[in-house]
Each structure stands twice: as C-alpha cells, then as structure tokens.
C-alpha cells in the first residue's frame, strides 16, 4: 500500500456542524468567514440553514440544531439546552425592532393599531409588549 492510500485510511471525517440563522445582514455577517471558507477550520464542516426567527425559536426547543440563532425573548426557556455565544445580537441602542408603518405614527398613536410580529416568542415582539404593554 502507498503512504497515499494509507493517509486516506486513516484521514477522519470532518464533524459537521449545523449553523442555522436567519438570512438577515446581521446574521450573515457573523457567519460570513464560515459561509464562505475564509476561515480555515480543519477537521470541521459548517452547513448552513437559513430559517425565520420563530422557525428557529421551535427548532431550538426540540435541539435540532448545533448552533442556531434564537431570539433573546425566547432564551429563558432554552437556556438549559444552548448557551449564548459572545458574539452577535440583532438589538441595541438606536437598533432594531422597528414599527413600519405607510405613515408616521407617534408612538401614542399604537393602540389600537394591528401589529405584524415575527412571532410571539421574538424579541421584536417582546420589545412591543415592554414599550406598549397595551398593545
């Protein structure tokens, strides 16, 4: 046998990893160097799913996936079964959640109003609710 055929014998498989993370700039962007190989991790395979935020909350109750982009709403009920990394976030001071409206609204003009949410366990949600409790 040559040392060609015997290094492939004993080369091992590299561990997939599954990434899920919403198709957001923001999330590409933490994903970007694995996404796109510029980042050499020997011995590791990333595969990457793209999903919404709330497809992503219910994957993670049922640990679907490795790693995966959650809402901070949703992390009290997973905190037993992912950790938080220290990167990323998709809110902070002067961003994210947003209210889009056709027209300017003050923000005493909202009750009443009917509120397109992501999902009920999303941060966009959660941060309505703590702004607007009536709404």
Known sequence: MSGQQTASKTEKEPVEIKLAHSPDSDDAFMFYALATHKLATPGYKYTHILS???????????????????????YPVLRDKYILLDCGAS?????????????????????????????????AYLTLKLYEPDL
């Open 52 to 74: 919404d935020i709330q497809s992503l909350n219910e994957a993670a109750l049922a640990e679907t996936y490795d790693v995966t982009a959650i809402s901070f709403a949703a």
């Open 91 to 123: 809110f902070g001071e002067g961003y994210g959640p947003i209210v889009v409206s056709t027209k300017s609204l003050k923000s005493t003009e909202l009750a009443g109003k009917r509120i397109a949410v992501p999902g009920l366990k999303t941060s």
